[in-house]
T-cell receptor, first 110, second 114 residues
């Protein structure tokens, strides 16, 4: 099946802990994105990458980090510097202006 | 700042009725618009898009209307079904400028009553 796979579906973070959310795509898309969604709200851009080995900060990048070593993969690390990490995280890739989303990861703080 | 927003946070309709979800945008330079449907606990799914050189575009049971004069976008769903219950987002962008990503509105929840 072609598409975007996010894992895990649910993730729990302890205080002071870094956690990494996985995003893999087999759509051969160059551009990939990470969005954060809070309950009842829209999507806010965290980081994006338009090509391998390159990425840029979005609107709410503080407390997050990413890497783009392979075209297929764009993992997001939520660091201990992110003081309010509880949210639904969505990864997407883009072709012809359209974003294709994964099924999301719900991150909660223990 | 420039933003995309929605008029109604929640819309409740009867099964079989037509639904209209509205969206206002403030960036007059935007030339590409897209609607997404998001079911609970899932990622948004593409519904339909429209470029600014068009006023109307139709898909299967859905129609998007664009009024550039008043910067208004709407999504019409014909014969609404229970499976249409979800949150609907509009998003906008400016094509061919290298602008980084779509800008999303806050969403409208559509509730279909049986």
């Amino acid at each position: 099946d072609g598409g975007i796979t996010q894992s895990p579906k649910y993730l729990f973070r302890k205080e002071g802990q870094n956690v990494t959310l996985s995003c893999e795509q087999n759509l051969n898309h160059d551009a990939m994105y990470w969005y954060r969604q809070d309950p009842g709200q829209g999507l806010r851009l965290i980081y994006y990458s338009q090509i391998v080995n390159d990425f840029q900060k979005g609107d709410i990048a503080e407390g997050y980090s990413v890497s783009r070593e392979k075209k297929e993969s764009f993992p997001l690390t939520v660091t201990s510097a992110q003081k309010n990490p509880t949210a639904f995280y969505l990864c997407a890739s883009k072709t012809n202006e359209k974003l294709f989303f994964g099924s999301g990861t719900q991150l909660s703080v223990l | 700042g420039e933003s995309v927003g929605l008029h109604l946070p929640t819309l409740s309709v009867q099964e079989g009725d037509n639904s209209i979800i509205n969206c206002a945008y403030s960036n007059s330079a935007s030339d590409y618009f897209i609607w997404y449907k998001q079911e609970s606990g899932k990622g948004p799914q593409f519904i339909i898009d429209i470029r600014s050189n068009m006023d109307k575009r139709q898909g299967q049971r859905v129609t998007v209307l664009l009024n550039k004069t008043v910067k208004h976008l709407s999504l019409q769903i014909a014969a609404t079904q229970p499976g249409d219950s979800a949150v609907y987002f509009c998003a906008e962008n400016i094509m061919d400028t290298g602008r980084r990503a779509l800008t999303f509105g806050s969403g409208t929840r559509l509730q279909v009553q049986p």
